[in-house]
């Protein structure tokens, strides 16, 4: 299942930010992006994300 990654945008940090079910399409992950938009990495800042912030390292 691919992932994509977001950094964090206080400290840098890469994290997993969206599991993408194998075959989406385009329209699936601009979609599932922009429902879920805000993310806290593990040191505890929490950002807000939109779907160029989403890097496929899949």
Same mark, same amino acid.
């Not at 329209?27 to 800042?45: L, V, W, Y």
């Given at each position: 299942?691919?992932?994509?990654?977001? $950094?964090c $945008?206080?400290c840098? !940090? =890469?994290? +997993? &930010?969206? @599991?993408v +079910? !194998?075959? *989406?399409s385009t %329209?699936?992950?601009? *979609?599932?992006? /922009?429902? !879920?938009? *805000? #993310?806290?990495? *593990?040191? &505890? #800042?929490? /950002? !807000?994300y =939109?779907?160029? %912030? @989403?890097? %496929?390292?899949s």
């Amino acid at each position: 299942m691919p992932m994509l990654m977001i $950094k964090c $945008k206080t400290c840098g !940090e =890469v994290f +997993p &930010g969206l @599991y993408v +079910p !194998e075959g *989406s399409s385009t %329209d699936f992950k601009t *979609s599932a992006t /922009n429902a !879920e938009t *805000s #993310h806290t990495c *593990s040191r &505890g #800042h929490k /950002n !807000e994300y =939109v779907m160029g %912030d @989403y890097m %496929d390292w899949s």
